[in-house]
């Protein structure tokens, strides 16, 4: 039987095993995403790397000239970070309270890391937060799993991982519900999108939505 049981299990196989997945997710960087997310932005914008892991599209982001901060609730993942990316901060919070103040942000990217939430309504105050620490005009990325079957929720193995992690699944209009209800805009919104890794069985919604 699986030690897995939901939200709080995960991020502690986060912070136990942080280096060797650190260094499995650098491997896979989502270069179309981050590209044309950075192209949206004026220069010297500020982007908050909501699940910023092992910092690796906090790095790209760094590269492009951009003011990054980084927010990771596994204190294993943001050690990892720390001594890849001295450069920028990293901060250890959660999604449905961020420790920052309104309106600071140009930018929030969010990729993969809404997922080991229990209950809907905890990704709905992410969004709201999101929303709260944009500036006005400012941009979400949000990359979320689409369901393998018709569950909502389920503990799963990946070849990422190795081994089980909990995971909340997302459709196209639920992403476009959720964002429209936080106050956002929805600028695009793509299912079926290829997998970063290369697992024909994983599937993803990518969406772009501006406060």
């Given at each position: 039987m699986s030690d897995i049981k939901g939200f709080k299990d995960t991020i502690n196989w986060y912070n136990e095993n942080a280096k060797a997945y650190a260094n499995v997710l650098a491997q896979f960087p989502n270069l179309k995403l981050l590209e044309d997310f950075a192209d949206l932005l004026p220069s010297g914008a500020s982007i908050l790397d909501a699940g910023s892991a092992g910092g690796r599209d906090s790095g790209f982001f760094?590269?492009?000239g951009y003011k990054v901060t980084g927010i990771d609730l596994s204190e294993g993942l943001l050690n990892?970070?720390?001594m890849t990316h001295p450069g920028?901060?990293?901060?250890?919070?959660?999604f449905r309270e961020l420790p920052f103040e309104g309106e600071t942000f140009d930018a929030v990217w969010s990729h993969a890391s809404l997922l080991h939430f229990e209950t809907i309504e905890d990704v709905e105050k992410s969004f709201t937060e999101f929303h709260r620490v944009l500036r006005p005009g400012g941009v979400l990325s949000v990359f979320v799993k689409q369901p393998p079957g018709?569950?909502?929720f389920s503990i799963v193995s990946d070849k990422l991982s190795g081994h089980d992690r909990f995971f909340q699944w997302f459709t196209a209009p639920e992403v476009k519900r959720l964002l429209e209800e936080a106050g956002f805009t929805v600028e695009k919104i793509s299912e079926n999108f290829q997998d970063p890794a290369g697992r024909k069985d994983v599937h993803w919604v990518a969406a772009l939505g501006r406060r």
């Open positions: 760094r590269g492009r990892e970070a720390r920028i901060t990293f901060v250890q919070g959660d018709k569950e909502k």
